[in-house]
């Protein structure tokens, strides 16, 4: 499972970091979105989602199961 964790949080990682390369690239990071957000910010959840899937991994499942041998 924690190996699952960590390789979602690194997909959702590299995902939030290729939408904001492509959004400066193709010069819409700066147009505005909602008050003062603007479309480079919508990176932003991506990146929490890795948290969040690390967060679910080291302070939720491995608690519960601490039997479970880790692959990593």
């Known amino acids: 499972m924690s190996e699952v964790c960590?390789?979602?949080a690194i997909v959702f990682w590299i995902s939030a970091n290729s939408?904001?390369?492509i959004s400066e690239f193709f010069h819409f990071d700066a147009l505005p979105l909602y008050g003062f957000f603007t479309y480079k910010h919508t990176a932003i959840i991506p990146f929490v989602l890795g948290i969040l899937m690390l967060c679910y991994s080291y302070?939720?499942?491995r608690p519960r199961h601490p039997g479970v041998v880790e692959t990593m």
């Open 59 to 61: 302070l939720w499942w």
């Open 6 to 8: 960590h390789n979602l």
């Open 19 to 21: 939408y904001w390369m």
